[in-house]
C-alpha cells in the first residue's frame, strides 16, 4: 500500500513538471539578469503509427515514449526551447508497447503517459517538417521508435533539414531507430552525408532479442554500415553513446538521457566560445 502510494506521489510529480515544461517551452527561456538565451532545440518525430513488415503485415509503432519523454525533459530542465516537427505536421503516435508496464514498468509507464498528456498540445499541432529554417535552432535530434524506418529514412524533407543542419555546423542526434532519418540524407549523385562518420544506433542483436528482426524489411545497423557509417555498438540495452564532431548518437533507450547531456555539453561549450 506505502509503495503503490509513493509512486502515485511520485508520477503526480512527473505530472507537475510536465506542465511546468509544456508551460516553460512556450516562449524563450531567460538568464537570472533577464537576457534572453538563444538555446533552440528541434525534436523531429515520425508520422507513422504502423512499420510495414518483410511480408506486408502493419505493425502498431511510432516514437518510443522514453526517448522522446527523457530527452525533452532533459532540454527543458536545461533551460532550452523545444520545438516539436513531424511531416506533414501530423500528430506523432506513441509506440503503444513503450507505454506497457509490461514493457517499461508500472512506474514508468504512468510517467511517460502522464509527460506526452501534458504535452498534448505541441503534439496535436506539431511543425511542419518542409517549413523548418535550421537557422532558428541549434540542434536537431530525432528520437527512436519504428516509426523513423518507416518514413524518415526516405522523407526528403528530413534529409535537407540535416543537410542544412550539417553545413551549419548545427548539432545533430538521434537515438535507437532515430537514426534511421539519417537514410534520408542523400544528394543528387548519391552521396550520404555521413559516409565515414562514427555512430551508433539500435543494434541487430537488440532487434533480434526484441522479436522484430526476423520479419523486417531491413535492420537498422547493417544498413548504416552498408551506407558508410563507421558503426558500433555496445552491450545490448546498455548505455552506449557515440559523439563525432556534431553528432551524436545512442544505441537504445537506456542511452535516451546520456544522448541529451553529451548534445547540452556540446551546446554549453559553443555558446561559451
Known amino acids: 500500500m506505502k509503495s503503490s502510494i509513493l509512486k502515485s506521489l511520485s508520477a503526480l510529480l512527473v505530472l507537475w513538471s510536465a506542465f511546468t515544461a509544456n508551460t516553460y517551452s512556450q516562449s524563450a527561456s531567460t538568464k537570472a539578469n533577464g537576457t534572453k538565451l538563444t538555446k533552440k532545440v528541434l525534436i523531429v518525430l515520425s508520422a507513422a503509427d504502423t512499420w510495414t513488415r518483410a511480408n506486408g503485415e502493419k505493425y502498431p509503432t511510432g516514437y518510443w ?87 524518415l529514412y526516405k522523407d526528403k524533407d528530413m534529409g535537407k533539414v540535416l543537410f542544412a543542419a550539417d553545413k551549419s555546423k548545427k548539432i545533430i542526434g538521434a537515438v535507437c531507430h532515430g537514426q534511421g532519418a539519417f537514410l534520408s540524407a542523400v544528394d543528387s549523385k548519391g552521396n550520404w552525408l555521413f559516409k565515414g562518420r562514427n555512430m551508433t544506433s539500435f543494434s541487430d542483436a537488440e532487434e533480434i532479442e526484441f522479436g522484430t528482426a526476423d520479419n523486417a524489411p531491413w535492420l537498422l545497423a547493417s544498413t548504416l554500415r552498408k551506407y558508410g557509417a563507421n558503426y558500433t555498438c555496445g552491450k545490448n540495452w546498455g548505455n552506449y553513446i557515440m559523439v563525432d564532431g556534431n553528432l551524436v548518437t545512442g544505441q537504445n533507450p ?16 559553443k555558446q561559451s566560445l
Request: no cysteine; glycine share 4%.
Open 65 to 151: 515514449a522514453e526517448e522522446f519523454v527523457d530527452v525533452h525533459k532533459e532540454f527543458i530542465d536545461a533551460g532550452y526551447t523545444v520545438d516539436i516537427a513531424s511531416p506533414r505536421a501530423v500528430k506523432p503516435t506513441a509506440d503503444p508497447k513503450s507505454l506497457q508496464v509490461a514493457t517499461v514498468g508500472a512506474e514508468k509507464a504512468l510517467a511517460f503517459s502522464y509527460y506526452i498528456t501534458a504535452l498534448s498540445k505541441e503534439l496535436t499541432h506539431p511543425l511542419e517538417l518542409s517549413e523548418i529554417n535550421m537557422a532558428e535552432y541549434d540542434a536537431v535530434v530525432i528520437p527512436g521508435g519504428h516509426g523513423p524506418v518507416e518514413d
Open 254 to 269: 537506456a542511452s535516451s538521457i546520456p544522448m541529451a547531456k553529451a548534445i547540452i555539453e556540446l551546446l554549453n561549450k
